[in-house]
């Protein structure tokens, strides 16, 4: 049987590992909260970008790579990526 030093180094013991854990909860709160802000303060840029790009790609298919010259396409021309019903599965 425990003497009552023993619980006392115990109960001592419990209560530090508290201290940190709570500690530590803070700390992870931090952290989340900074990464969830600069998401969100991210949220605009990647907006743009995907704008940009599909400005890019809409314009590729209009000139031809080679000459540069503008490209006529009939209008039953579809792109492959439109004809897509559901992504490939792995």
């Known amino acids: 049987m425990p003497n009552v030093l023993d619980i006392r180094r115990r109960i001592r013991s419990v209560i530090n590992t508290r201290q940190i854990t709570k500690a530590m909860k803070t700390v992870s709160a931090a952290k989340l ?3 969830q802000d600069a998401a969100l303060a991210a949220r605009p840029y990647s907006q743009m970008l995907t704008n940009v790009l599909k400005s890019l790609v809409s314009r590729a298919d209009a000139y031809d790579p080679i000459t540069g010259e ?21």
């Open 33 to 35: 909260r900074r990464a």
């Open 70 to 90: 503008p490209q006529q396409h009939s209008r039953s021309h579809v792109p492959s990526a439109a004809l897509a019903q559901r992504p490939p599965t792995r």
